[in-house]
């Protein structure tokens, strides 16, 4: 019998269809759910604290309204760990994990593209990632700020809300090549997420613009805060490029390794461990 | 999606999202009013607040009068025979009955001349109507009813005034009295019976909802202000293009509070926090290194980006402690 070549959008959406059921019910979810689950306990901690009058965070002396709590967790919550280590866990194990079980093989033997099972893999991680971690934002934001300022806020959660998609989506397509193409791409992925990023942030010259932090951070609409020596020297090395500029290159970035990725997987020849 | 349990995360999971974007989409473009689900949209008092108020104070009098700051300069204050001839002429014990009072003004043509006739001063307080309104009739006013309230008027003796000053004062609510020009006291009540107050007014309560934690505080339209408040021309001219304003602080042990404004473009308000920035300097500069002068510099911060600039300062019991010890010190010398 000869089986029909299925096309490379079907194949990616059946992939997809099968992927996030996986992925949810993974044992990493519970590491998602724990990363993702701390900014809502810390902002119930918060509201209750601010339930009896006292204020949760000064700066200077100051009380920092919901709002700037709300900012502090999208920075150091959100922006410079959720999001990298989602990218890096989720990104680096869409291929990995299939060498490491060893059932790559059942895949790679049905009539489908090699690319479109990372294609379907991948929007499966967006959807599986997007549906944990957009609405936790939305939580701790409905949670800490208060609703009389809602009207004036809700434009920047929504900014909130797309820069966080697009960087889990550009963290994990760049970290779907890492997983693709090295053999120990957890390692490397950390070591880009944690390392890389960090150093070349807080050092002056143009070695940041190598980085997604740095475009991503050119994006956020609440202000930075300074947690330490080395938010400060990236405080003070930091450049804010134009919103377009951050955008171009953030989509170029989640374009191109997405292609390089898919072209690595496409030719790529995954020996087995015995 | 075969699985029935993903089905149900994802169907669980985006109605979370859809929900919560649902909700902060209606708050903010479809004009739901702030107050709907919030308690801290500002005093009840707003409510006889016209619409069309350009600037809204308030102060929590019973805070401040309980405040550690007010008991520690209490000894300080002026005798007590003026506060006690006041109190058994009215009735009212400034110190112990007003709770808080609530100011705004409404800018009017001509306002430059005749500034009593664009405010408002609205004060919560235990007071004993009849005495008032005797005293008043004693004094030649006049007591009438507008809308059911009562009004006690009293009409300008300078028939030649083009501006009289026709005061009045409303009984508002039970511990509520309204004090302005009649037009003023009128439509505050009007204001209250129509629910076209300044609550329904969004950007002015947007100022009001972002200010926490402080027991006093004004918003306002700064330019509303300036084109009718006859300020020469030359002047007007040099100053910066702020459209809104608000500044809250808060009174207990110490003093802190914040200065913010908006200002027409960013670059008015880069020029702003400049400028701000310098004369921060020069304070710190002249600060120099005399103790309580040189922290209180220090609690200066300037901050804001795009169009606002802000300023805020914060001022501990500690540091009033040492301003107090230096200003003795200075007395001392004097006195030697």
């Known amino acids: 019998m000869i089986t029909r070549r299925m096309g490379f959008v079907e194949a990616s959406r059946r992939v997809f269809d099968l992927s996030l059921g996986e992925m949810l019910w993974s044992r990493r979810t519970i590491f998602m759910a724990l990363v993702v689950g701390g900014p809502v306990l810390l902002a119930i901690i918060v509201r209750v604290i601010e339930s009896f009058g006292m204020s949760a965070l000064r700066v200077d002396g100051q009380r920092v309204g919901g709002f700037g709590v709300f900012g502090v967790m999208i920075w150091m919550l959100f922006l410079r760990f959720i999001v990298p280590v989602l990218g890096v866990f989720y990104g680096t194990a869409l291929m990995a994990d299939e060498v490491e079980d060893k059932t790559i093989t059942y895949l790679f033997t049905r009539p489908i593209s090699r690319g479109s099972v990372l294609v379907g893999k991948y929007l499966a991680y967006l959807a599986c990632t997007f549906l944990v971690v957009l609405p936790s934002v939305m939580i701790v934001y409905f949670l800490l700020v208060p609703f009389s300022?809602?009207?004036?806020?809700?434009?920047?959660?929504?900014?909130?809300?797309?820069?966080?998609?697009?960087?889990?989506?550009?963290?994990?397509?760049?970290?779907?090549?890492?997983?693709?193409?090295?053999?120990?791409?957890?390692?490397?992925?950390?070591?880009?997420?944690?390392?890389?990023?960090?150093?070349?942030?807080?050092?002056?010259?143009?070695?940041?613009?190598?980085?997604?932090?740095?475009?991503?951070?050119?994006?956020?609409?609440?202000?930075?805060?300074?947690?330490?020596?080395?938010?400060?020297?990236?405080?003070?090395?930091?450049?804010?490029?134009?919103?377009?500029?951050?955008?171009?290159?953030?989509?170029?970035?989640?374009?191109?390794?997405?292609?390089?990725?898919?072209?690595?997987?496409?030719?790529?020849e995954y020996i087995l461990e015995q | 999606m075969s699985n029935r349990k993903t089905r149900y995360f994802v169907a669980i999971m985006g109605t979370v999202l859809a929900v919560g974007l649902g909700t902060g989409l209606?708050?903010?473009?479809?004009?739901?009013?702030?107050?709907?689900?919030?308690?801290?949209?500002?005093?009840?008092?707003?409510?006889?607040?016209?619409?069309?108020?350009?600037?809204?104070?308030?102060?929590?009098?019973?805070?401040?009068?309980?405040?550690?700051?007010?008991?520690?300069?209490?000894s300080l204050e002026p005798s007590q025979d003026s506060r006690n001839e006041f109190e058994e002429k009215t009735g009212l014990d400034l110190e112990q009955d007003v709770d808080s009072v609530v100011a705004a003004v409404m800018p009017k043509d001509g306002m430059a001349n005749n500034p009593a006739g664009s405010f408002l001063i609205l004060a919560r307080a235990r007071y004993q109507a009849s005495r008032l309104e005797a005293l008043a009739l004693e004094h030649g006013a006049q007591v009438t009813e507008y809308q059911g309230k009562r009004l006690i008027t009293h009409a300008d003796p300078d028939l030649n005034d083009p501006t009289p000053d026709n005061m009045a004062l409303g009984f508002l609510e039970a511990d509520l009295v309204g004090f302005g020009s009649i037009e003023s006291v009128k439509a505050a009540i009007d204001?209250?019976?129509?629910?076209?107050?300044?609550?329904?007014?969004?950007?002015?309560?947007?100022?009001?909802?972002?200010?926490?934690?402080?027991?006093?505080?004004?918003?306002?339209?700064?330019?509303?202000?300036?084109?009718?408040?006859?300020?020469?021309?030359?002047?007007?001219?040099?100053?910066?293009?702020?459209?809104?304003?608000?500044?809250?602080?808060?009174?207990?042990?110490?003093?802190?509070?914040?200065?913010?404004?908006?200002?027409?473009?960013?670059?008015?308000?880069?020029?702003?926090?400049?400028?701000?920035?310098?004369?921060?300097?020069?304070a710190k500069m002249q600060a120099g290194n005399k103790p309580g002068m040189q922290q209180l510099a220090d609690s200066l911060a300037i901050s804001g980006d795009g169009n606002t600039v802000a300023l805020s300062f914060a001022i501990s019991s500690e540091m009033i402690d040492l301003l107090e010890a230096v200003a003795k010190g200075r007395q001392g010398q004097i006195r030697q």
């Open chain 2, 26 to 74: 209606v708050a903010s473009y479809m004009g739901l009013p702030v107050s709907v689900f919030s308690s801290a949209a500002g005093p009840d008092e707003l409510q006889y607040v016209p619409a069309d108020a350009a600037v809204v104070a308030y102060a929590n009098v019973r805070d401040v009068m309980n405040s550690h700051l007010r008991q520690r300069f209490k």
């Open chain 2, 191 to 282: 204001a209250r019976a129509s629910n076209r107050n300044i609550v329904s007014n969004n950007d002015m309560m947007k100022l009001v909802n972002e200010i926490e934690n402080a027991n006093a505080w004004a918003v306002g339209k700064f330019d509303a202000i300036a084109s009718k408040a006859g300020i020469p021309a030359e002047i007007a001219s040099a100053m910066p293009a702020i459209s809104w304003f608000s500044a809250a602080g808060h009174i207990n042990g110490g003093v802190s509070g914040t200065f913010k404004a908006e200002a027409k473009d960013e670059a008015t308000a880069k020029n702003l926090r400049d400028l701000m920035g310098g004369f921060l300097a020069m």
């Open chain 1, 149 to 268: 300022q809602v009207p004036s806020t809700f434009g920047n959660l929504l900014v909130d809300l797309g820069l966080l998609a697009l960087g889990l989506a550009v963290y994990g397509g760049v970290f779907a090549f890492v997983g693709a193409f090295f053999k120990r791409p957890l390692v490397i992925g950390l070591v880009f997420a944690f390392g890389w990023e960090q150093v070349t942030l807080a050092i002056p010259g143009s070695l940041k613009q190598f980085t997604i932090a740095f475009y991503m951070t050119g994006l956020v609409p609440h202000a930075m805060p300074s947690d330490g020596v080395t938010s400060v020297l990236q405080g003070m090395f930091r450049e804010n490029p134009a919103a377009w500029v951050c955008l171009a290159w953030l989509f170029a970035y989640l374009g191109g390794f997405l292609y390089l990725a898919t072209r690595v997987v496409e030719r790529k």
